[in-house]
C-alpha cells in the first residue's frame, strides 16, 4: 500500500538531484556603459580590475550587437525576438510595452522549475499585463521606467536611500542604488529556504543620468584625469564633471562584481553558475574621450551604439579555456543559448536568435552565415517643430550587419575591414552585396510593418493592479518621461491606450503631481539638495480644472476640497478605450495633460 508513496519520494529525490545539478544563471547588464568602459578594453582613466578578471575567465564575444537604446534591447533579451516583433521599441511614449502574450525567458526558468529574481531596472512597461511579476519573475526588485527619477518613479527618488517596489509593494532602502541591487540580489541567491537552481537578473541603472554616485569613487578618476589631460582638454568644464561622475558610476559597478564573485566563492556557487556581462546599447560618452576605435554612441547606428561586451563565464560547464569568439552575435541570441545550457524546454516556434551553444562547446567553427537588423523607435531631436512627438517606426532608420559590412539607413555601406571609423560609403562600389543587404531587409520589413505601430494596452481593473497609477510616460508618441519634465511643466498632453478588464464603476483622480509628493495642482516647489546633487525647481502651473474624455464620456470639474486632484467617476465596458485628460485654467484654455491619473474600479 505504501509503494505509491515510495515512488513518489524517490522521483522528488531524483528531480531534487537534477534541480541541484543544474546551472545557476546570473544575468548582469549595465546601463549606457559602452565597450570602451572597461580597462581590458583600453579604457586610458577607468580602471576596471574585477570585470578584466571576469573577462579573463570568460568566453568573450567580441563583434556582439544590442539595440542603440535600453528597452528594445531589453525586450529582445527577454524575448530572444526582434523589438519591432516583441513591442517594446522606445524608452517611453506607450512604446515600452512587451507584448502580453510572449513568454519570456522568466517564464521559460520558472516553468522548468527554476526560482527568478529581477533587482534593478525593467523598462519594459510599469502597468499589469507588462511588469516583471506578470512576466516570469517570482521575486520582483525594481523601479519603473527609463531612470531612477523617471515620471513613474517614487517622487525625488535620487539613487541613495531610494524607495522601489519590492514584490508589489514601495519600500524604502538604505544605500546607493547599484549597491542596494547586488546586496539584496546577493541575499536572495544565497536563501536557505530552497534548493532550487536560480535565474537572477541584475539590471542596473547606472551609469544612467542622472550621475549620481557615491563621491569615494570620483577621487580616482580625477586622479587619472589629471594625467591624461589631452583626453579631456576640449571638454567644458561641466562636461567634464559629468565624464567623471559617470566613469565613477561605472567603477562602483566593478567593485559590485568584486564583491559578488567573493559570495559565490563563499556561498560554493562559483563553479556551477553562469555568470553574463552585458551593456544595453553603446556609451553615452564614448565620443567625448574615448570610444574603443568605433564611430558612434548611443541612439546612433555607427558600431558604436550597439556594438558592446558581452562575457560568458561557467567554470564547471565544460565550454573549454577563456577566449574571444568573433561572430556576429546579437542579444536575441541569449535567450535560445541560456535555455539550451541549462535544459530548459521552451516552445517558442520562431525566435529571432539562435543558440550559441554550439560555437561556446567549440562543436563548430563558426555560426551559420546570417544578417541581423539593429533598429529602434527614433527619440525626437531639437529643431524639430514638432519635437515632442515620436517618429514611426520605419526601415529606414535600420541598420543590417554581415561579416564586415555595415549597410546603414537603406543608402550607406562601410567595410569594417578597412574603415573601422565608418568614414567612406562604399555603396557604388559593392552593388551585389548592397543588393543582398537591401533584400535582406525589404524581407525583414515586409513581415514587420502591418503590426509594427500597433500599440499595446495597459489594462485597468484587473485584480492584479486595482487602482493603478498611470503616467504621461504612456502617452502614444508623445515624450515626457522624466520628473524634471513635470517640474518644468512641459506644455504637452497625450493619449492612454487602455484596455478596460470587466465593466463597472471606475474613478479617475487627476493629478499634476504624484501622491506621495503632497503638492497641490497649481503649486510649485523649490530646488531640491539632493544627496549627490540638486534637482530642479518646479514651476507652478495656473490649473483652475480639468476636463477629462474616455470612451463616450466627457466632463469639466474644479479641484478636489485638497486641491490636489480633481476626480471624474464614470461607468465603463469592458474593452479598448483611449483615455484623455487636460489641465485648464481660470478661462478654459488647455495648459498640459494630467501627467498623473489614478484610475480604481470600484466595488460593486
Not at 409 to 427: C, G, H, I, K, S
Not at 514 to 525: K, V
Request: charged share 20%.
Amino acid at each position: 500500500m505504501r509503494l505509491p508513496f515510495i515512488i513518489s519520494v524517490l522521483l522528488l529525490s531524483i528531480n531534487s538531484i537534477d534541480a541541484a545539478s543544474r546551472p545557476n544563471v546570473i544575468l548582469i547588464m549595465s546601463d549606457d556603459q559602452g565597450y570602451g568602459e572597461l580597462s581590458c578594453h583600453g579604457n586610458p582613466i577607468l580602471q576596471t580590475p574585477y570585470l578584466d578578471r571576469l573577462a579573463k575567465e570568460s568566453i568573450r564575444l567580441t563583434d556582439f550587437h544590442v539595440a542603440p537604446m535600453c528597452t528594445p534591447t531589453r525586450g529582445q533579451l527577454m524575448t530572444g525576438l526582434d523589438a519591432f516583433r516583441n513591442g517594446a521599441m522606445n524608452v517611453s511614449s506607450g512604446r515600452t510595452l512587451l507584448r502580453p502574450e510572449l513568454k519570456t525567458i522568466a517564464d521559460l526558468f520558472q516553468a522548468a522549475g527554476y526560482r527568478t529574481g529581477i533587482f534593478g531596472k525593467w523598462h519594459l512597461g510599469d502597468n499589469y499585463p507588462f511588469r516583471p511579476e506578470d512576466r516570469g519573475f517570482q521575486e520582483t526588485l525594481w523601479f519603473p521606467s527609463s531612470h531612477i527619477n523617471a515620471v513613474p518613479d517614487f517622487w525625488n527618488n535620487d539613487y541613495f536611500e531610494d524607495t522601489y517596489t519590492h514584490n508589489g509593494k514601495k519600500e524604502k532602502y538604505q544605500g546607493y542604488c547599484t549597491d542596494v541591487f547586488f546586496r539584496e540580489m546577493a541575499a536572495w541567491i544565497r536563501s536557505p529556504k530552497s534548493s532550487k537552481p536560480f535565474f537572477a537578473y541584475l539590471p542596473l541603472n547606472a551609469p544612467h543620468g542622472p550621475h549620481f554616485v557615491p563621491d569615494q569613487f570620483r577621487r580616482p578618476i580625477e586622479a587619472a584625469i589629471e594625467k591624461n589631460e589631452a583626453l579631456v582638454a576640449h571638454l567644458s568644464p561641466a562636461k567634464r564633471k559629468t565624464l567623471v561622475s559617470y566613469l565613477a558610476m561605472c567603477a562602483n559597478i566593478d567593485q559590485n562584481i568584486g564583491d559578488l564573485d567573493q559570495v559565490l566563492r563563499n556561498s560554493n556557487l562559483f563553479d556551477n553558475s553562469i555568470v553574463i556581462f552585458l551593456t544595453d546599447n553603446g556609451s553615452t560618452m564614448g565620443p567625448d574621450y574615448f570610444n574603443a576605435g568605433m564611430r558612434g554612441k548611443k541612439v546612433t547606428l555607427w558600431e558604436g551604439g550597439h556594438r558592446v561586451p558581452c562575457f560568458i563565464r561557467w567554470p564547471s560547464g565544460e565550454l573549454g579555456p577563456p577566449r574571444d569568439l568573433n561572430d556576429l552575435t546579437h542579444v536575441q541570441d541569449l535567450l535560445p543559448t541560456l535555455t539550451d545550457l541549462c535544459d530548459v524546454p521552451h516552445s517558442i516556434p520562431e525566435l529571432d536568435g539562435i543558440s550559441l551553444v554550439p560555437r561556446l562547446k567549440d562543436a563548430v567553427k563558426s555560426l551559420p552565415d546570417r544578417m541581423l537588423v539593429i533598429d529602434y523607435s527614433r527619440m525626437p531631436f531639437p529643431g524639430n517643430k514638432k519635437s515632442m512627438y515620436l517618429s514611426q517606426p520605419r526601415k529606414e532608420g535600420a541598420a543590417v550587419l554581415w561579416k564586415r559590412w555595415r549597410w546603414l539607413e537603406n543608402r550607406e555601406l562601410y567595410d569594417l575591414t578597412t574603415d573601422p571609423l565608418q568614414q567612406n560609403n562604399v555603396a557604388a562600389e559593392h552593388p551585389a552585396v548592397v543588393k543582398a543587404m537591401q533584400a535582406h531587409l525589404d524581407q525583414w520589413w515586409e513581415q514587420l510593418q502591418p503590426t509594427v505601430a500597433v500599440p499595446q494596452r495597459v489594462v485597468i481593473g484587473h485584480s492584479s493592479e486595482n487602482p493603478a497609477m498611470l503616467t504621461a510616460c504612456e502617452w502614444l508618441d508623445v515624450f515626457v518621461d522624466q520628473q524634471g519634465q513635470v517640474r518644468r511643466g512641459v506644455r504637452r498632453n497625450g493619449t492612454w491606450h487602455l484596455m478596460v478588464d470587466q465593466p463597472g464603476i471606475y474613478e479617475f483622480e487627476l493629478r499634476r503631481w504624484p501622491r506621495e509628493s503632497g503638492l497641490q495642482l497649481a503649486e510649485g516647489t523649490p530646488s531640491l539638495k539632493v544627496t549627490d546633487g540638486r534637482l530642479a525647481k518646479g514651476v507652478a502651473l495656473p490649473i483652475a480644472k480639468a476636463k477629462i474624455g474616455i470612451g463616450s464620456y466627457t466632463k469639466t470639474a474644479a479641484p478636489d476640497s485638497g486641491e490636489e486632484s480633481i476626480t471624474f467617476s464614470t461607468t465603463l465596458e469592458q474593452g479598448p478605450v483611449e483615455l484623455n485628460t487636460w489641465m485648464l485654467d481660470e478661462q478654459g484654455k488647455e495648459i498640459c495633460g494630467a501627467y498623473y491619473v489614478y484610475v480604481e474600479r470600484q466595488a460593486d
